[in-house]
């Protein structure tokens, strides 16, 4: 069973472009969420949907937003980059999030020079 | 308060010992507690999760909840070189409906 596919792996933006980062769950998951990880915040809660519908967003700013297809693939994009936003960026799916938790993709470390 | 507390760490410990990590929560009605392990330059993998009171145990790895307290624990038994890595505990929050995790404890075991 393939896991969680995370695409690009690396990204290097400059400074007010936009960056639109891929992720597809494992078949069958319908529960996806985004985290940010940087080493002074630790892993962030950015935003989870399921079946198409935004459930819940995390505390970022309006430039940062995703969405996810019928087939529960998911996109998440940052507009306007700035410094801060270099970070992992990590995806993560689950067929039952309060019972199984998420299982993570490899992530897309996004630079921002 | 954060929303889930954890010792940054480092937390040391010999090969063979036991490594114990501890985690608060602030949210009373959250339901359902895990543990990931990352490596450096990994992403996080959920090595266990449990959701009552008590304790659950998985080979060399011991969770321990205690809902009244607002407390999980991650016991490690003999505890191995493979085992140094950041330890994240996460938290289903019935408040915010969402996964939150804690800023993890630095476990290195030292052979």
């Known amino acids: 069973k393939a896991g969680v596919t995370q695409t690009p792996r690396y990204l290097i933006k400059t400074r007010g472009q936009q960056v639109t980062l891929s992720c597809s769950p494992i078949?069958?998951?319908?529960?996806v969420s985004w985290y940010q990880q940087t080493p002074g915040q630790g892993l962030q809660f950015l935003f989870e949907?399921?079946?198409?519908?935004?459930?819940n967003k995390g505390n970022f700013p309006g430039r940062f937003s995703g969405r996810q297809f019928s087939n529960s693939r998911s996109e998440m994009n940052v507009s306007t980059l700035e410094l801060g936003d270099s970070a992992l960026y990590l995806c993560?799916?689950?067929?039952?999030?309060?019972?199984?938790?998420?299982?993570f993709g490899s992530g897309t470390r996004l630079t921002v020079v | 308060q954060k929303e889930v507390e954890q010792n940054s760490g480092p937390l040391s410990v010999p090969e063979g010992a036991i490594a114990s990590l501890n985690c608060t929560y602030s949210?009373?009605?959250?339901?359902?507690f895990f543990w990931y392990r990352q490596y450096s330059g990994k992403s996080p993998e959920l090595i266990m999760f449990?959701?009552?009171?008590g304790d659950k145990e998985d080979g060399r790895f011991t969770a321990q909840l205690n809902k009244a307290s607002q407390y999980v624990s991650l016991l490690i038994r003999d505890s191995q070189p493979s085992d140094s890595a950041t330890y994240l505990c996460?938290?289903?929050?019935?408040?915010?409906?969402?996964?939150?995790f804690g800023a993890g404890t630095i476990l290195r075991v030292k052979s």
């Open positions: 949907y399921f079946s198409e519908t935004q459930r």
């Open positions: 078949s069958g998951h319908r529960s």
């Open positions: 949210d009373r009605g959250s339901q359902s």
């Open positions: 449990i959701y009552s009171n």
């Open positions: 996460a938290v289903n929050m019935r408040y915010g409906n969402k996964l939150v």
């Open positions: 993560a799916s689950s067929s039952d999030r309060w019972k199984y938790g998420y299982t």
